[in-house]
């Protein structure tokens, strides 16, 4: 089966009540047949990865404060994990279903942590450590990834492109928040050479390629709203048609019939595509997932 994690997104906030019916799928061009959506009853891993480098900590200090109001959107079965990152990372609560220690956790990352994760930031290196975290685990439900951070720093050696695809490799969407007035790197003016080995933070892209969506804002509570339109996607599934293994398959989503008739300019997000068969074979030499990514629509 082709697992599918789509938003749809109407005059700023997500369309519930959508049925299997008002989705159309084509894959590498060719309808897909017999979709299936099971919404209400899919639930959530989500992996909260903070960054607390020195300067974010008066953000993560009143996150803590509203955090547990922020958990409770999320249903029974949901479950949520803690990671930590400033130049190293390291995954401080398995995602479990106990709300209390979440919250816990969260207000105790308001304290910097540079003493045994570093100083500085390296978002690419965080993320990349968090998609080979939920590879090594049985898929438990919708993956999704909250990145909290101001986007600075760079990574060595790592660029985007690889991180998106360990990403859709591990089938996880991510999600960003960031502060105000924070915005994605400038590109080096026109003649001006950089080093390719190094990559600006862009937590914009990352979500945006991997069918996320990103938010700015002060406010914590935005933690909680973000994890509301999380719940709120849907997963689509059908039978994975046949392909040579590590074969690229395009995907394009949209909304059919009266759906599309009454939200006609409606945005939707999901992954623009995946690698059929063991995909870490194809591209590493080791078994994996499914799933991969390239520049979406």
């Keep these: 089966m ?48 903070l960054d607390v480098s020195g300067s974010m900590g008066q953000l993560l200090g009143r996150m803590g404060v509203v955090a547990q109001k922020a958990l409770a959107v999320l249903k029974p079965d949901d479950k ?21 220690a979440a919250v816990a956790v969260i207000r105790d990352a308001a304290v910097e942590r540079n003493s045994t994760l570093g100083a500085g930031s390296s978002l690419n290196e965080a993320v990349l450590a968090a998609a080979e975290y939920f590879k090594q685990r049985p898929y438990d439900g919708r993956r999704a990834l909250v990145v909290l951070t101001d986007n600075g720093g760079l990574s060595k050696e790592l660029p985007d492109e690889k991180v998106i695809r360990e990403l859709a490799a591990a089938e996880v969407v991510l999600n960003g928040i960031v502060p ?47 994890l509301d339109r999380i719940r709120q996607r849907y997963t689509i599934y059908y039978p994975a048609p046949e392909s040579a293994p590590g074969e690229w398959r395009a995907l394009d989503v949209t909304l059919s019939g009266g759906a599309r ?14 690698f059929s068969g063991p995909v870490q074979a194809a591209l590493s030499g080791s078994g994996g997932s499914t799933w991969s990514s390239v520049t979406p629509r």
Aim: proline residues 9%; negative net charge.
């Design 261 to 274: 008739a009454r939200y006609g300019n409606a945005k939707v997000r999901s992954r623009p595509g995946y």
């Design 2 to 49: 082709v697992r599918v994690d789509v938003q749809v997104i109407h005059r700023g906030k997500p369309v519930s009540g959508l049925a299997a019916s008002d989705f159309s799928v084509t894959d590498a061009g060719q309808p897909a047949a017999a979709l299936t959506l099971d919404k209400d009853n899919d639930h959530l891993e989500v992996l909260l990865l």
């Design 80 to 100: 949520v994990g803690v990671m930590l990152f400033a130049r190293r990372s390291e995954v401080v609560l398995e995602p479990d279903a106990d709300r209390r």
């Design 180 to 226: 105000d007035g924070v915005d994605p790197p400038e590109p080096p003016p026109k003649g001006v050479e950089v080093n390719p080995d190094y990559t600006p933070a862009n937590v914009f892209r990352l979500a945006e390629e991997t069918g996320g969506e990103w938010m700015r804002s002060d406010k914590p509570e935005k933690l909680g709203e973000m």
